[in-house]
């Protein structure tokens, strides 16, 4: 008897699963993406429009109905929530009962958590504000430029240094740099912590020779106009104030109880099953999956995966080949290794190949090696990759 597989949310995890379980299962197979939103939005290109790289939003928001294989079915809807035990999911327009249910839903920005935050920042994470730092970018001639992240965890953890590396470097090729002070504000102790302290202090370094102020431990509780004020009682000037939101879980999810202290919905390291025990391992609810941002899960040095689409997509893959494993009746044994691979951009059109294995005991083992040309244009190719991939599937 034909199942069928709701794949939650149609972001990086979730179409990498569509597509992958697409390929592994008959047709008559059901396997349905429900999704908000009328595009697919491939938040790396955020970096490379604020700097003017990429002027078309056709680059950053592609339409579903032109990436997406034809015979996948999507669903236009909001999910409102999910019921575990019977396998059901509530949209703004109907109920689903699935066999299987993968989470692929990703972390919700939440600006208006932070007093003045949409009054006064420009927002990194999305479209719009990428946009809009490009055009202030080039009107910019002298004064204070301020990144701010406004807490933590948040997708890609390098992205907001690249952001300061990359406008450090577009302002200096305009040749305005000189009378332009810019700075990092962070509740980090270094940056991107989940890599451990050697990549962080690399980094440090880099942010150095490009004259970047680095200011970690620092809490924002309220944004003024040219003013950030951080919980220890600090306070910052700035003419141009660039942030990452606060992130969290999909209301949807954390309204159908799936999170845990984390914040996020806690899976099995290498299965990405939900756990409802999560010493133990254990499920109540098999053959539901959480994957990418959605998912919370615990290193073995108790902190967390960091959020990426590598992450996202090799997990996607995984719960694919499991759950075709089980509707064949085979034993499902594909497992995430929390290995990933990403090109960190440092201005001066070069970038840094950081390689990691987040599941090392005692602690991830992380490596970044010295920036050059060569890991910005495989960075580039991975982007276009990325196209290739869905237009391969498609002409299938
Ligand atoms: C500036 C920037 C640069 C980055 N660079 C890299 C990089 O170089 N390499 C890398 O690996 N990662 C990078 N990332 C991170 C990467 O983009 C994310 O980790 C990845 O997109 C996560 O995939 P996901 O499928 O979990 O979530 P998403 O891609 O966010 O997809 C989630 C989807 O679920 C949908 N959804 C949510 N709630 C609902 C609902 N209630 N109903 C219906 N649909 C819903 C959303 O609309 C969305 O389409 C970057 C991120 C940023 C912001």
Same mark, same amino acid.
């Given at each position: 008897?034909?199942?069928?597989?709701? #794949?939650?949310?149609?972001?990086?995890?979730?179409?990498?699963?569509?597509?992958?379980?697409?390929?592994?299962?008959?047709?008559?197979?059901?396997?349905?993406?429900?999704?908000?939103?009328?595009?697919?939005?491939?938040?790396?290109?955020?970096?490379?429009?604020?700097?003017?790289?990429?002027?078309?939003?056709?680059?950053?928001?592609?339409?579903?109905?032109?990436?997406?294989?034809?015979?996948?079915? #999507?669903?236009?809807?909001?999910?409102?929530?999910?019921?575990?035990?019977?396998?059901?999911?509530?949209?703004?327009?109907? @109920?689903?009962?699935?066999?299987? #249910?993968?989470?692929?839903?990703?972390?919700?920005?939440?600006?208006?958590?932070? !007093?003045?935050?949409?009054?006064?920042?420009?927002?990194?994470?999305?479209?719009?504000?990428?946009?809009?730092?490009?055009?202030?970018?080039?009107?910019? +001639?002298?004064? =204070?430029?301020?990144?701010?992240?406004?807490?933590?965890?948040?997708?890609?953890?390098?992205?907001?240094?690249?952001?300061?590396?990359?406008?450090?470097?577009?302002?200096?090729?305009?040749?305005?740099?000189?009378?332009?002070?810019?700075?990092?504000?962070?509740?980090? =102790?270094? !940056?991107?912590?989940?890599?451990?302290?050697?990549?962080?202090?690399?980094?440090?370094?880099?942010?150095?020779?490009?004259?970047?102020?680095?200011?970690?431990?620092?809490?924002?509780?309220?944004? +003024?106009?040219? +003013?950030?004020?951080?919980?220890?009682?600090?306070?910052?000037?700035?003419?141009?104030?660039?942030?990452?939101?606060?992130?969290?879980?999909?209301?949807?999810?954390?309204?159908?109880?799936?999170?845990?202290?984390?914040?996020?919905?806690?899976?099995?390291?290498?299965?990405?099953?939900?756990?409802?025990?999560?010493?133990?391992?254990?499920?109540?609810?098999?053959?539901?999956? *959480?994957?990418?941002?959605?998912?919370?899960?615990?290193?073995?040095?108790?902190?967390?995966?960091?959020?990426?689409?590598?992450?996202?997509?090799?997990?996607?893959?995984?719960?694919?080949?499991?759950?075709?494993?089980?509707?064949?009746?085979?034993?499902?044994?594909?497992?995430?290794?929390?290995?990933?691979?990403?090109?960190?951009?440092?201005?001066?059109?070069?970038?840094?190949?950081? *390689?990691?294995?987040?599941?090392?005991?005692?602690?991830?083992?992380?490596?970044?090696?010295?920036? @050059?040309?060569?890991?910005?244009?495989?960075?580039?190719?991975?982007?276009?990759?990325?196209?290739?991939?869905?237009?391969?599937?498609?002409?299938?």
């Amino acid at each position: 008897m034909s199942k069928t597989i709701l #794949i939650l949310g149609g972001g990086w995890g979730g179409l990498t699963a569509a597509h992958a379980l697409k390929g592994k299962l008959p047709s008559d197979y059901r396997i349905a993406v429900i999704e908000k939103r009328q595009s697919f939005v491939f938040y790396p290109s955020f970096l490379r429009a604020m700097v003017g790289e990429t002027t078309g939003l056709n680059y950053i928001e592609s339409p579903l109905k032109n990436i997406l294989r034809k015979d996948l079915e #999507i669903i236009n809807e909001e999910i409102i929530r999910i019921n575990p035990e019977t396998k059901t999911v509530y949209t703004n327009a109907q @109920s689903i009962n699935a066999d299987y #249910i993968i989470v692929a839903m990703g972390a919700e920005l939440y600006p208006e958590t932070i !007093p003045g935050f949409n009054e006064h920042c420009l927002n990194l994470y999305d479209t719009k504000g990428a946009f809009e730092i490009h055009q202030k970018l080039q009107n910019f +001639k002298k004064g =204070k430029i301020a990144f701010l992240v406004t807490r933590t965890p948040f997708r890609c953890p390098p992205a907001p240094y690249e952001a300061a590396m990359l406008a450090e470097w577009f302002l200096r090729e305009k040749g305005v740099k000189n009378e332009i002070e810019i700075s990092i504000y962070t509740p980090e =102790k270094f !940056p991107m912590p989940s890599a451990g302290e050697h990549v962080g202090e690399a980094f440090r370094q880099i942010l150095n020779t490009h004259n970047i102020r680095f200011f970690p431990e620092n809490t924002v509780t309220k944004i +003024k106009e040219n +003013k950030i004020i951080f919980s220890n009682n600090k306070e910052a000037s700035y003419d141009l104030l660039i942030g990452v939101p606060p992130h969290g879980a999909p209301k949807a999810i954390v309204e159908s109880g799936l999170t845990n202290s984390s914040g996020y919905v806690p899976v099995h390291p290498q299965t990405m099953e939900i756990l409802d025990n999560v010493e133990e391992l254990t499920t109540h609810f098999p053959g539901i999956y *959480a994957i990418g941002d959605s998912a919370g899960i615990m290193l073995l040095n108790g902190k967390y995966l960091p959020k990426g689409g590598v992450f996202a997509e090799e997990e996607a893959q995984v719960v694919a080949r499991n759950i075709a494993s089980l509707i064949k009746g085979e034993k499902p044994v594909a497992s995430f290794n929390g290995q990933g691979v990403c090109y960190v951009d440092v201005g001066d059109g070069m970038a840094a190949e950081g *390689a990691g294995d987040f599941y090392a005991y005692p602690d991830p083992v992380v490596k970044l090696a010295m920036p @050059s040309k060569e890991s910005r244009k495989a960075k580039h190719e991975f982007e276009r990759i990325f196209e290739w991939w869905f237009s391969e599937y498609q002409n299938k």
